[in-house]
């Protein structure tokens, strides 16, 4: 049974799961190829997917499947227990980690992650992602969901075929919090809205611009070669954003991780869907953050949150940026 615990010291949940710690390869030493043991199938790969648990959602054509939502074997939320806080003490302040947390297989091949795949096909994983969103909101005591993408064991993740993740979850987490309470600070119109148009004007950040999308390593980049995915059209929620414009991010993301693998080799990286809580509205707007996995967090970031970027973002655009043929 999963818990959440909340930390005082932060104000942060932290989940507790230890049924996770049993799945394979759990602490595997981090420069060990994921997926070492081939004795086993794939369990995302076509043929094999009895040995997935059932899918919940599937796009393609008759018989096919192109993208595929599965639940996660080994869930760090699950059950529909309500969002209640019990005091076990003075510092033990506990809470049920209901929720969902679901797989998505992001195609039928075993080599392409995002980086690789085609404009149709990142347009459907971002349908995908849009509707699984549309789906939790429905789940009564549900509040907030979480789309990411982990690519590569540094960046955690434990099976080698591209997935990503879903977690639809009863509270609302520290960082929106955070990044809500950074827009209604921002007085005068979106945060998102103006850093577009600034680094428009500024230029030297911009990774890939089309129509719908920027894409920057943003001014304020923590990490080396980070950047921010921005959908011009202003919007809170994801799963609300029209059709061309979660095709046109799809596909941003698509040339940008394309070009970073191209120009840096094989790096992990995670991906981050932002997207306003359920029943939160304005001030927000969503966007994508992409954290290529180059360094790790020292003493002095984790003493004190303040980060130490080694690459500027503007030295990180001019290796980054993708010049698209028109
Ligand atoms: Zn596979
Ligand atoms: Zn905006
Ligand atoms: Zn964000």
Known sequence: MNQLRLDPLTGRWVVVSTDRATRPQAFAPRVAPIQADTSRPCPFCPGNEESATPALETRGPDGKWLVRVVPNLYPAFEGNAPFVVTNRGPVFTQATA??????????????????????????????????????????????????????????????????????????VPRELAEEQAGFARFAGRCLLCTTVDAEEDAGHRVVYADERVQVICPFWSGTPFEMLVIPRNHGPHLHRAAPADLYAVGRALRNVLGHLRERLGNVAYNLVFHSAPYRASEPYHWHVHIWPKLTTQAGFEMGTGVLINIVAPEQATEELRVTVPV
């Open 98 to 171: 209901g929720g969902i947390h679901e797989v998505l297989v992001l195609s039928p091949s075993h080599a392409d992650g995002w980086e690789r795949i085609s404009d149709d096909q990142a347009g459907l994983v971002m349908a995908a992602i849009r509707d699984r969103i549309e789906e939790h909101s429905t789940i009564p005591g549900l509040r907030y969901s979480q789309a990411i993408v982990n690519s590569g064991r540094e960046a955690g993740a434990s099976i080698e075929h591209p997935h990503g993740q879903l977690l639809g979850i009863s509270f």
